[in-house]
Antibody
Framework: EVQLVQSETEVKKPGESLKISCEGS????????IAWVRQMPGKGLEWMGI????????RYSPSFQGQVTMSVDKSINTAYLQWSSLKASDTAMYYC???????????WGQGTLVTVSS | AIQLTQSPSSLSASVGDRVTITCRAS??????LAWYQQKPGKAPKFLIY???TLQSGVPSRFSGSGSGTDFTLTISSLQPEDFATYYC?????????FGQGTKLEIK
């Protein structure tokens, strides 16, 4: 069974750094893209970008380019999303999802809630 | 970036009704469209890909159609578990994008 398990809820202050994770299991982790999707409170889904664990090829949405960094550790089947300096506007639920070669997302993590507040 | 506009933004319907949600792309995307269902407090669930292909395990009352710029998601006979928010997503070109969502509520 394909599973994506994300790290737990985070509460941070503005200016702090953060790295959240997404561990894949039940499939070949290096052969499928991992996407990150933001959902701000009460809002819709926003595609942030996508990374290919096999070679770390990464594509960012222009809206998120320079604001976050995506990475992977193939040795532990884990993808990461990180911020160097959080803002209050980063408060949201963040989902990882397994991307097929075509570009749709057939399995999703449970989400990581990030709250940034002073 | 390709914009996806869903209509309506919200919809009230009853169990047993047939409902249709529309997704319009700002430029042609061939059949590179997927549909997802999201219930409150839950992760999205993948329903349909390539505009009309049902993901394994998705009930046959769900169907999708369209190509180019205009797409539809139809639920032939609403069940209580179908009340949720639905999103379309294009995967024709980067950056991939989602529609703004259609909230399906019980009348």
């Amino acid at each position: 069974e394909v599973q994506l398990v994300q790290s737990e809820t985070e509460v941070k202050k503005p200016g702090e750094s953060l790295k959240i994770s997404c561990e894949g299991s039940g499939y070949s982790f290096t052969s499928n893209w991992i996407a990150w999707v933001r959902q701000m409170p009460g809002k819709g889904l926003e595609w942030m970008g996508i990374i290919y664990p096999g070679d770390s090829d990464t594509r960012y949405s222009p809206s998120f380019q320079g604001q976050v960094t995506m990475s992977v550790d193939k040795s532990i089947n884990t993808a990461y999303l990180q911020w160097s300096s959080l803002k209050a506007s980063d408060t949201a639920m963040y989902y990882c999802a397994r991307g097929t070669g075509a570009g749709f997302f057939d399995s999703w993590g449970q989400g990581t809630l990030v709250t940034v507040s002073s | 970036a390709i914009q996806l506009t869903q209509s309506p933004s919200s919809l009230s319907a009853s169990v047993g009704d047939r409902v249709t949600i529309t997704c319009r792309a700002s430029q042609g995307i061939s059949s590179a469209l997927a549909w997802y269902q999201q219930k409150p407090g839950k992760a999205p669930k993948f329903l349909i890909y390539y505009a009309s292909t049902l993901q394994s395990g998705v009930p046959s009352r769900f169907s999708g159609s369209g190509s180019g710029t205009d797409f539809t998601l139809t639920i032939s006979s609403l069940q209580p578990e179908d009340f949720a928010t639905y999103y379309c997503q294009q995967f024709n070109s980067y950056p991939y994008t989602f529609g703004q969502g259609t909230k399906l509520e019980i009348k």
